[in-house]
């Protein structure tokens, strides 16, 4: 494990638009055609990009990281509640609406305009990396994540081998860096008061 790197990452990347499909659509067209929709699709400012299949291993990584942070809340009797791949989130000074694998809330959360499967305060976020979005998840979601106030610890978790990235926030625009990359090493999560061992986040895992 290593850790004490400081970095402050862009807040923005203009590198969505270049992904998205060309015509531009109200939130509210997007969330209506998102209630009908059988594939995940992200909004960036008006555009709408749909998200890439998943692999059994990252799905295995991202359920396995979720119950460790309910277990370890649970266990701790913390305020905090945990939500799936399945909950989007709000970034209203970007004008985007994201899928993070996992996010962690501290108390009560908060919807927009009470559509009870999009948050606005997400406290820690939660990514597992793929060849194809690894530069998307590292860069260009971190810098979007970073315009929400609440936001707090992101983590960043690698499919292909054992690796997990954590971002700390210690000051405003200032971001700590911790690298895990032993199975034995112990991921400590400061926002929430939680630490657990990667081996429950990689278990049973074979890497290809």
């Keep these: 494990m290593t850790s004490n790197s400081i970095s402050t990452p862009s807040k923005y990347s203009d590198k969505y638009k270049n992904r998205a499909t060309q015509k531009s659509y109200a939130l509210d067209v997007y969330f209506q055609r998102e209630d009908r929709s059988t594939n995940k699709n992200e909004f960036y400012d008006g555009k709408i990009v749909k ?3 998943a692999t059994a291993n990252h799905n295995q990584i991202a359920a396995q990281i979720t119950s460790a ?3 370890g809340i649970k266990n701790d009797k913390k305020t905090f509640k945990v939500y799936n791949s ?3 989130i ?7 609406v994201l899928y993070p694998d ?3 809330i501290s108390g009560q959360p908060e919807f927009y305009k009470n559509r009870k499967d999009t948050i606005t305060n997400p406290l820690v976020i939660v990514e597992v990396l793929s060849p194809r979005t ?3 998840d590292l860069f260009e979601k971190f810098g979007l994540y970073q315009n929400i106030p609440s936001f707090m610890e992101y983590i960043i978790i690698s499919q292909s081998n054992v690796g ?3 971002w700390l926030k210690i000051a405003e625009n200032t971001w700590q860096k911790t690298e895990y990359k032993d199975i034995t090493d112990v991921l400590q999560i400061a926002s929430v008061g939680i630490e657990f061992p990667l081996s429950d986040v990689y278990y049973d895992i074979q890497f290809e």
């Design 51 to 53: 998200m890439v299949g």
């Design 69 to 71: 942070f309910i277990v």
């Design 86 to 88: 399945d909950q989007k």
């Design 90 to 96: 709000w970034i209203p000074q970007t004008k985007s």
């Design 102 to 104: 996992a996010l962690v």
């Design 134 to 136: 690894m530069a998307t």
């Design 164 to 166: 997990v990235e954590k």
